[in-house]
């Protein structure tokens, strides 16, 4: 829930014929924070909201608060901000009447020039307002305010879309378009035809966008609010198929970082965890120092993947060129210091510690007294380049807790160090782009010259039930990307931001770090087709890992942390399916039983995750391309679909291992139907309950003898009837009145005559969608030569052994050839 205190200031000025034709049917206000915006006037960085069907324009409040909050305690923290471009964010909002824009295409359009006319007005303000309010040194050389962001909530997010394409547009006057719950693709109730004209002529101007030079800096993000939304289907705020990735992207509250919940369609606007999220990530992308008064398309789209995505295995800055913060890490004055090259630069010195075997683990409850904030944790690399030990499949797996809170103020970067013995031909710095180095004295006595491997953002996971204070961080690297290290580590973490005394610093009070070998220890990845877990549940048996003798110097025994199977479904999201996580005896008391830290659903697409943390049990289900929604396919750079990915995150595992569950939920499948497509079930009952009607009236009419027109025959029944009512007798005899059937009777009479044509013709419509139904459960490695039955997993391509020959795999390492 989110609290503010709410001020609402008319634009009367705009109110009369010279800035728009609809001054009597709308109003544009701005908003302003009790107790943080004191200034009446808008000077700073313009947003406008757009509220949706039957929407309020106050309906602005919570995200404008939290957005005052932030910049507020940015700027108390660090004044300097204001000279590099970051000000305060200008709410305005227009009140469209609370219109039923959804009903009625007409309406749509006027909004989109009133929107259009007030962005018009809005910039005007600035020409005065900014060198009047703002007091910073260098105010002249800050351009004139050319851009909007809009912010469109439900059918206020294809308002904005259609302003964009009218001819009163102005050139530029709008970079970056955020909706909230939005159906891009098509209207969720066709009930006015002016709205799928609408809809038809936006999307294909749309198209054109990105080869036209005009619209090749707008940046559109669709957030989408998932399974709890029962008024907008989710699957139609999909604009992937309609803005290229270099463009926008789609985005589930459930896959935003800190987030991490499915939400209806009114809380998508209040919930406190969201509009945190998306308020700070409006902050970082503004910069008053451009016209458009946000940083370009690249680096926007880039701040805002990292705000929101929680991201799969951790992304790397190598290719962003920038970092929210600072570009990299200096060394030039460290404070631990005490050693310098005078030749070149100076060089730190640092402490070090190489730990035994492939593991360690950091927490800040057990630390030791005598180790050092800056002092460095080490793993002796066994994948090193020259090395026979090297495998293209081992991976550096490193997972870490830190505050939940802390992860909305500032996004978490692990810093990594690479170190060789200074006499080793290894260390070459150039390919990792850091010129950076320093040098570390080992505790096992080697000197060692270290430098940083490019900045790396954690994945985030949920680290416990909803508002838990703590939250996962997760960092997966191949072992090729830190082959030419011979020892591979990072900084001692610090508890939180404030106590950090080195940039290379991490927050975690928790940290396992591990070196693991995938060929021999970690689960390959399984492939699951609907038709298995349809028709049966699939067990998923993973024992933990043992050490064989003859290599026992070599490898240690090592378990993963992150266990991956992915499902060989299609890509629809009618179907729910329900996993299971435990123990093979799991005992009888639940409480006990092991559980494991997160379970995690995700796919290719890279815009949808969901996330179950310390439960055994999770139901996955998608969202994208629905089932009989066709569109065109304007861009061929949308993601492939590749199966859902189950992950499941554990630092430890029981001895005999965990068994996974996988299966389709039936009734769970049947609800998403019931959600998706309540309106044409409702539909099809009203036309079956007319169609019963008219059965019932034939088999009434067949019943009348035909010896008299219908006419006189009805007239006289009523006769007869209205005589003997009058003369309070009984009602006339079955000759005069005839019952009107029963529907069931009627039914039961007719099924077999009339019926039997209408049944054939349908017959063929009924076996066309099952024939569509069917295909869906063939998966592509079953009509493959190469694989094994569809019961079975081919572990490498052309062997023709399978782990099982039941619905079952057992990933016991030690028997693979």
């Known amino acids: 829930m989110s609290y503010m205190h709410p001020y609402y200031i008319r634009q009367t000025k705009m109110e009369n014929e010279k800035w728009t034709k609809y001054s009597q049917k709308y109003a544009l206000y701005l908003y302003r924070e009790g107790g943080i915006d004191l200034n009446e006037e808008a000077y700073r ?227 406190r965890q969201l509009v945190q999220s998306l308020a700070r990530a409006l902050v970082d992308i503004v910069d008053a120092r451009f016209p458009s008064q946000t940083k370009p398309i690249s680096q926007r789209l880039e701040i805002l993947k990292q705000r929101f995505q929680s991201g799969i295995q951790g992304l790397e800055s190598r290719d962003m060129g920038f970092l929210l913060g600072k570009t990299q890490l200096n060394f030039v004055n460290p404070v631990y210091s005490d050693l310098q090259d005078s030749e070149t630069q100076p060089l730190a010195l640092y402490k070090s510690i190489t730990h035994s075997g492939r593991r360690f683990r950091l927490s800040s409850v057990n630390r030791h007294p005598l180790i050092d904030d800056t002092a460095i944790h080490l793993l002796v690399n066994p994948f090193v380049s020259d090395k026979s030990t090297s495998s293209k499949n081992s991976s550096l797996q490193i997972f870490f807790s830190s505050a939940a809170s802390e992860s909305i103020r500032e996004i978490e970067h692990m810093n990594l160090i690479c170190c060789n013995p200074i006499e080793n031909s290894l260390n070459d710095t150039k390919s990792f782009g850091i010129q950076n180095t320093f040098i570390s004295h080992d505790s096992s006595g080697v000197e060692l010259k270290c ?73 390959q990845s399984l492939s699951l087709n609907l038709k298995s877990l349809f028709f049966g549940k699939v067990d998923v048996f993973v024992k933990p890992q043992t050490n064989s003798e003859e290599d026992s110097d070599v490898l240690q025994t090592i378990n993963p942390i992150r266990y991956r199977i992915t499902l060989n479904v299609p890509e629809d999201p009618i179907f729910e399916y329900k996993v299971i996580v435990s123990e093979p005896n799991p005992p009888k008391d639940l409480s006990s039983a092991w559980k494991p830290l997160v379970i995690r659903q995700s796919d290719s697409r890279n815009f949808e995750s969901r996330y179950w943390a310390r439960t055994n049990e999770a139901r996955l289900s998608i969202h994208g391309r629905g089932s009989f929604i066709h569109t065109v396919k304007f861009y061929n750079d949308v993601d492939i679909w590749n199966g859902i990915d189950i992950d499941i995150f554990a630092t430890k595992i029981p001895s005999d291992g965990f068994v996974i569950r996988v299966g389709v939920d039936l009734v769970g499948s049947l609800a998403r139907v019931v959600n998706r497509y309540s309106t044409s079930i409702l539909t099809l009952l009203f036309i079956w309950s007319i169609v019963l009607f008219m059965i019932q009236l034939f088999h009434w009419y067949n019943q009348i003898p035909i010896t008299s027109t219908v006419s006189n025959r009805l007239g006289e029944s009523r006769t007869k009837l209205a005589i003997s009512l009058k003369k309070e007798s009984t009602i006339p005899s079955e000759n005069y009145l005839l019952e009107f059937p029963s529907a069931i009777d009627s039914v039961f009479k007719i099924i077999l005559r009339p019926i039997i044509p209408i049944a054939l013709i349908s017959s063929i419509f009924i076996f066309m969608y099952l024939q569509i139904f069917l295909r869906s459960f063939i998966s592509p490695s079953i009509l493959s030569t190469n694989t094994c039955t569809p019961y079975c997993y081919n572990a490498w391509v052309g062997n023709s052994d399978c782990f099982s020959r039941r619905l079952g795999f057992i990933l016991d390492f030690d028997d693979i050839p």
């Open 45 to 271: 960085i313009p947003i406008l909201f757009i509220p949706g069907h039957a929407g309020s324009y106050k309906q602005v409040r919570s995200l404008a608060r939290a957005s005052a909050e932030f910049h507020s305690d940015l700027v108390k923290n660090n004044p300097s901000l204001v000279n590099s471009g970051v000000l305060g964010l200008d709410y305005f909002t227009v009140d469209l009447n609370e219109e039923l824009t959804a009903l009625h295409g007409r309406s749509m359009l006027e909004q989109s020039e009133f929107v259009l006319d007030s962005i018009a007005y809005i910039l005007s303000l600035y020409k005065v307002n900014r060198k009047k309010y703002l007091n910073i040194p260098d105010i002249n050389n800050f351009p004139d305010v050319e851009s909007v962001i809009l912010i469109g909530h439900s059918m206020g997010g294809m308002v904005a879309r259609t302003a964009v394409t009218l001819p009163k547009y102005i050139k530029g006057s709008a970079k970056t378009i955020i909706t909230l719950s939005t159906p891009h693709m098509f209207p969720t109730a066709s009930l006015d035809p002016k709205v799928n004209s609408i809809y038809s002529t936006v999307n294909k101007k749309w198209s054109t966008f990105p080869q036209n030079a005009e619209f090749s800096d707008l940046a559109t993000i669709s957030i989408v609010g998932g399974n709890m939304d029962g008024m907008i289907n989710s699957d139609l705020a999909n604009i992937d198929q309609l803005v290229p990735q270099s463009n926008g992207f789609t985005i589930m509250t459930s896959y935003i970082k800190g987030v991490w919940l499915s939400m209806d369609h009114q809380s998508i606007l209040w919930c």
């Open 451 to 523: 430098s940083w491997i490019p900045p790396i953002r954690s994945a985030s996971l949920m680290g416990g039930v909803r508002g838990h204070p703590t939250e996962g961080q997760y960092v997966e690297l191949k072992s090729s990307q830190i082959s030419s290290c011979s020892r591979i580590g990072l900084f001692e973490p610090a508890i939180s931001s404030e106590l950090r005394k080195h940039e290379g610093q991490i927050r975690g009070k928790v940290l396992d770090f591990r070196l693991v070998d995938n060929v021999f220890r970690t689960p």
